[in-house]
């Protein structure tokens, strides 16, 4: 018994002496590649102002611009935009949405008095449209509604297929759940 436990000290010994090597060719990498990136990267960001962020969300919105520079031997820029909510503690980060997704963090974000009707619904499209913007060339696909207690604001349409965010209200117009729903089928209108 005592054999296994020299065995297992010694291993544990020459692990210990292994580690602070292991650990230098680590931080002398990730010098490297932290210097890599300052050279060939700009970040940058602004805050995007509108009535509708003001009225509706109780965070700042801001984009978030990285342009990285001169990769792969060539010239070229390529650029990454980021829509995030600065929440106080924390950073919300509106991503592209691919599929059925309930938006219970974005929902967290909404101002306690602001009511979903007729009057605000372009508003909150004007609100949806900065924080998940549609393609232009799909500008012409977005329409809202309101039918069976749901407002729709559909981003994209496939055939007769659309898709979009699904929002509920309570009887007084305050919202309760947002969902983005891959697919609404719009009820043949022949």
């Known amino acids: ?17 292994c580690l602070p090597a292991f650990t230098q060719i680590n931080e002398e990498t ?12 700009i970040t940058s960001f ?11 969300l109780d ?11 001169n990769t792969y031997q060539n010239n070229k820029v390529r650029e990454d935009r980021f829509i995030v909510l600065d929440a106080g503690e924390e950073i919300l980060h509106f991503e592209q949405i691919n599929r059925n997704t309930s938006l219970d963090d974005f929902l967290g974000h909404i ?10 619904a372009p508003l909150f499209e004007e609100l949806l449209d ?8 799909k500008v012409d696909k977005r329409e809202f509604f309101h039918k069976n207690g749901s407002w729709y604001f559909l981003r994209d349409a496939y055939f007769r297929t659309k898709q979009g965010f699904e929002v509920t209200t309570d009887a007084d117009g ?5 969902r983005y729903k891959m697919k609404w089928d719009e009820p043949d209108r022949s």
Do not use: G
Request: include cysteine.
């Open 174 to 178: 305050k919202i309760t759940s947002i």
């Open 111 to 120: 101002k306690n008095d602001f009511i979903l009707d007729p009057q605000t």
């Open 59 to 69: 965070s700042n919105v801001y984009v978030i611009k990285r342009k990285t520079l």
């Open 30 to 41: 990730h010098a490297r590649l932290e210097t890599f990136l300052e050279e060939s990267s």
């Open 130 to 137: 900065i924080v998940y913007p549609v393609a232009a060339w």
């Open 1 to 17: 018994m005592s054999s296994m436990y020299n065995i297992l000290a010694a291993l544990l010994c020459s692990l210990l002496f």
């Open 46 to 56: 602004e805050q995007v102002t509108s009535d509708a962020i003001e009225y509706i």
